[in-house]
């Protein structure tokens, strides 16, 4: 049956989206855990080894001089690209 807005009202309608990782730990307690925590599982999550993430960080500062925001740090802004970038995920 169509309704008064040309929609069909018995359609089907789609899932409500639902968040994929659920975590009780801020963004800078995620970083400093990944940071504290295996190797392997730092490079899995950001796709480079911490030392790497480390210079990363290092030459963002000095060379391209970027900073830290008044509520997100340099260390968490790059780690939340990275992981955006290597898994394809934003939450």
């Not at 009780?24 to 999550?45: C, I, K, P, Y």
């Amino acid at each position: 049956m169509v309704g008064c807005c040309g929609r069909d009202r018995d359609a089907v309608r789609a899932p409500a989206l639902q968040r994929r990782h659920i975590s009780s730990l801020s963004g800078r307690e995620w970083v400093t855990t990944l940071l504290a925590g295996h190797n392997d599982v730092f490079a899995e999550q950001m796709g480079m080894a911490k030392h790497v993430f480390r210079k990363l960080l290092r030459v963002l500062y000095t060379k391209a001089h970027l900073k830290s925001t008044r509520y997100v740090d340099l260390e968490e802004q790059l780690a939340i690209f990275l992981y955006t970038t290597v898994t394809g995920l934003s939450n």
